[in-house]
């Protein structure tokens, strides 16, 4: 079945003719890849003004990445790593056949990009291509900042390196499900809540792959090779350490009922299955090692307080999680639960810099959890620490 395609009104003369003379040299070209939807015919108005094209639909009916991965579609159509690693696959595949026609597109947009509704890692189809590139006609995709922090020169058109590293940060969208365009690698730990768990679950290559595409030259063998590796070693768990740092007796209520919460979170998570670990602090701090928790477990706070050290707990939260991750990596959350003012001390700032390895060397997130209006300098170094991104 035929179907139209308008050139949008925001385009100026300039653009416009780019877009007909892009178009006029996709509809000469033979031996494309099918998954490329080529246009066929112009569109032409009143005033015999080309307004467009025509061009033959799939038989099934698709959807846009775009529009995939909005949050109520990730649930809807149950969509998993594994599903995001096939759906990136099929476009590689693409990509890489696209590269071989000295073909190179640029920036392509997640919204130009479709898949099957029925199902969704079966194939993949791409949309527009008068957007590409075509020889000393530029891409017309939307350039971002995240994007033009992966090169170190300023340039006007793709060649074969150039495209290598758009196409590895498309892949990095697609395995994260990044539907916002400017998406900084690794994702906003505070605000991208579902791209940072598909971010948890690449293996360490993938991410090593992607925190260094701007400073390296990229292969598309190497890409194809993480797949494998990814196939070999599916990641399925994580690491949930919840560390208790209590000082007032009166705030066992509020704190429970936020731990009661943070668990019932864990629980009804899609993408992860949680192994919990505690540290609670008091006098002497004590140590429930990692373990799988039936549904509707909940950990139970004491009521009554000893003096202890924060700083020594936190120590031995980070060497407990340090521990669990050198005997198998997975993706890792520390959680911590404060109600009153750190002390501090050396051994609080010796934590801190353990802490702070972790999310560097193990991509482990920090989350801090106050209870009540909490001030001090110890408490805003500990905030600090579990706002900041990877150094990586």
Same mark, same amino acid.
Request: hydrophobic fraction near 35%; aromatic fraction near 12%.
């Given at each position: 079945?035929?179907?139209?395609?308008?050139?949008?009104?925001?385009?100026?003369?300039?653009?416009?003719?780019?877009?007909?003379?892009?178009?006029?040299?996709?509809?000469?070209?033979?031996?494309?890849?099918?998954?490329?939807?080529?246009?066929?015919?112009?569109?032409?108005?009143?005033?015999?003004?080309?307004?467009?094209?025509?061009?033959?639909?799939?038989?099934?009916?698709?959807?846009?990445?775009?529009?995939?991965?909005?949050?109520?579609?990730?649930?809807?159509?149950?969509?998993?790593?594994?599903?995001?690693?096939?759906?990136?696959?099929?476009?590689?595949?693409?990509?890489?056949?696209?590269?071989?026609?000295?073909?190179?597109?640029?920036?392509?947009? +997640?919204?130009?990009?479709? *898949?099957?509704?029925?199902? *969704?890692?079966?194939?993949?189809?791409?949309?527009?291509?008068?957007?590409?590139?075509?020889?000393?006609?530029?891409?017309?995709?939307?350039?971002?900042?995240?994007?033009?922090? +992966?090169?170190?020169?300023?340039?006007?058109?793709?060649?074969?390196?150039?495209?290598?590293?758009?196409?590895?940060?498309? +892949?990095?969208?697609?395995?994260?499900?990044?539907?916002?365009?400017?998406?900084?690698?690794?994702?906003?730990?505070?605000?991208?809540?579902?791209?940072? *768990?598909?971010?948890?679950?690449?293996?360490?290559?993938?991410?090593?792959?992607?925190?260094?595409?701007?400073?390296?030259?990229?292969?598309?063998?190497? +890409?194809?090779?993480?797949?494998?590796?990814?196939?070999?070693?599916?990641?399925?768990?994580?690491?949930?350490?919840?560390?208790?740092?209590?000082?007032?007796?009166?705030?066992?209520?509020?704190?429970?009922?936020?731990?009661?919460?943070?668990?019932?979170?864990?629980?009804?998570?899609?993408?992860?299955?949680?192994?919990?670990?505690?540290?609670?602090?008091?006098?002497?701090?004590?140590?429930?090692?990692?373990?799988?928790?039936?549904?509707?477990?909940?950990?139970?706070?004491?009521?009554?307080?000893?003096?202890?050290?924060?700083?020594?707990?936190?120590?031995?939260?980070?060497?407990?999680?340090?521990?669990?991750?050198?005997?198998?990596?997975?993706?890792?959350?520390?959680?911590?639960?404060?109600?009153?003012?750190?002390?501090?001390?050396?051994?609080?700032?010796?934590?801190?810099?353990?802490?702070?390895?972790?999310?560097?060397?193990?991509?482990?997130?920090?989350?801090?959890?106050?209870?009540?209006?909490?001030?001090?300098?110890?408490?805003?170094?500990?905030?600090?620490?579990?706002?900041?991104?990877?150094?990586?």
């Amino acid at each position: 079945m035929y179907a139209a395609h308008f050139y949008s009104d925001e385009w100026n003369q300039e653009e416009r003719d780019n877009l007909i003379n892009k178009t006029s040299w996709f509809m000469k070209q033979e031996d494309l890849p099918e998954q490329l939807i080529k246009p066929i015919s112009f569109i032409y108005g009143p005033d015999e003004k080309c307004v467009g094209y025509h061009y033959l639909k799939p038989s099934v009916e698709v959807i846009a990445l775009k529009e995939l991965f909005q949050p109520d579609n990730l649930n809807r159509y149950k969509i998993d790593s594994s599903i995001l690693g096939c759906i990136a696959k099929n476009v590689l595949d693409l990509l890489v056949e696209l590269s071989l026609k000295k073909i190179y597109p640029g920036f392509i947009d +997640l919204s130009c990009l479709y *898949v099957p509704v029925s199902k *969704v890692d079966q194939s993949v189809y791409l949309y527009e291509p008068e957007l590409f590139q075509v020889g000393n006609i530029p891409s017309s995709y939307h350039w971002y900042p995240s994007d033009s922090k +992966l090169y170190q020169e300023e340039f006007e058109l793709f060649d074969e390196e150039r495209q290598k590293k758009a196409d590895g940060k498309l +892949l990095y969208k697609i395995l994260t499900a990044a539907s916002k365009g400017n998406a900084k690698i690794p994702p906003n730990e505070s605000n991208q809540e579902n791209s940072w *768990v598909y971010w948890s679950l690449l293996s360490k290559g993938w991410k090593e792959c992607f925190l260094n595409l701007g400073h390296r030259t990229i292969s598309y063998e190497e +890409l194809r090779n993480l797949f494998l590796t990814g196939e070999e070693k599916p990641k399925e768990k994580a690491y949930a350490l919840i560390t208790i740092l209590r000082q007032a007796e009166k705030s066992v209520h509020e704190m429970s009922r936020e731990l009661y919460l943070l668990q019932e979170k864990l629980e009804s998570h899609p993408e992860l299955s949680f192994e919990q670990g505690f540290v609670l602090g008091n006098k002497h701090p004590f140590v429930r090692p990692f373990r799988e928790y039936k549904k509707e477990y909940r950990s139970q706070l004491g009521h009554v307080i000893s003096d202890y050290s924060y700083g020594e707990t936190l120590l031995i939260a980070s060497e407990m999680m340090e521990e669990a991750l050198i005997k198998e990596e997975r993706p890792s959350v520390v959680f911590i639960f404060l109600d009153g003012e750190i002390k501090n001390d050396k051994i609080f700032h010796i934590s801190l810099k353990r802490l702070a390895m972790l999310k560097e060397k193990w991509y482990t997130k920090l989350v801090l959890v106050p209870i009540g209006n909490l001030k001090g300098e110890g408490y805003q170094q500990l905030k600090d620490i579990c706002m900041k991104g990877n150094k990586k």
